[in-house]
């Protein structure tokens, strides 16, 4: 039986300034196991990014309940939470430009103060699982194309083993071809390595190959 990591619970979210029935989303109650692969969709507007902050531990202003291994997030540290526990994807692949591909995933294991005997070759090591190759390891960013940049933030989140890994249209810039690329990384990480894999998107594509979807619908005013 697949382990529930995360939960959400009669979850609500409104912005500050608004109205006090005005929802960006309300009621919502997803959970997410280990093992699968999840696609959030939604019309612009909806609300998906901001759920995924929520997730995240990065917005802690909503109503209702998030669990992460029956753990309150509004009773945790946040900060350990996102450096040990989940992994963050984005779509502006949120690396640091003047770092090599290498020296980007190295970084993200000082942060996360990862203890391993070889930094560098751990990083080598996720690199090769996400297909990249030796010669590009001391590529700078800007140096990659757009396929390869999102793998080394794909193997940057993984740096530190978490058993959740959170996507926001990690495939909104690229082609059909790496989309599919980017998808069976992913999709292994799900089935090989039993991670709980979430991933907010657009595309049709990413909707068919996940093994869960939901839906969130823009509240009417």
Request: net charge positive.
């Amino acid at each position: 039986m697949k382990k529930i990591l995360l939960n959400l619970k009669d979850v609500a979210y409104r912005y500050s300034d608004a109205d006090k029935n005005d929802y960006v989303f309300k009621n919502i109650n997803y959970s997410f196991e280990q093992g699968n692969v999840y696609a959030i969709k939604g019309r612009s507007g909806s609300g998906k990014t901001t759920l995924l902050s929520l997730i995240s531990g990065l917005e802690t202003n909503y109503e209702g309940t998030i669990t992460y291994e029956d753990k309150d997030l509004k009773k945790i540290d946040l900060d350990e939470y996102r450096s040990k526990d989940i992994g963050i994807v984005f779509q502006s692949y949120n690396l640091l430009p003047h770092l090599t591909a290498l020296e980007n995933i190295t970084l993200s294991m000082d942060i996360s103060r990862v203890k391993v005997a070889d930094k560098n070759k751990t990083a080598l090591e996720l690199m090769k699982k996400v297909g990249l190759t030796d010669s590009q390891k001391n590529r700078r960013i800007l140096k990659l194309s757009g396929g390869e940049q999102q793998r080394v933030a794909i193997a940057r989140s993984l740096s530190y083993n978490p058993k959740m890994i959170v996507a926001d249209e990690p495939t909104g810039n690229l082609d059909k071809e790496t989309e599919n690329e980017i998808l069976k990384i992913l999709k292994d990480l799900a089935k090989k390595e039993d991670k709980c894999i979430i991933i907010v998107t657009h595309s049709e594509n990413v909707c068919s190959q996940a093994d869960i979807i939901y839906e969130l619908k823009k509240k009417s005013k």
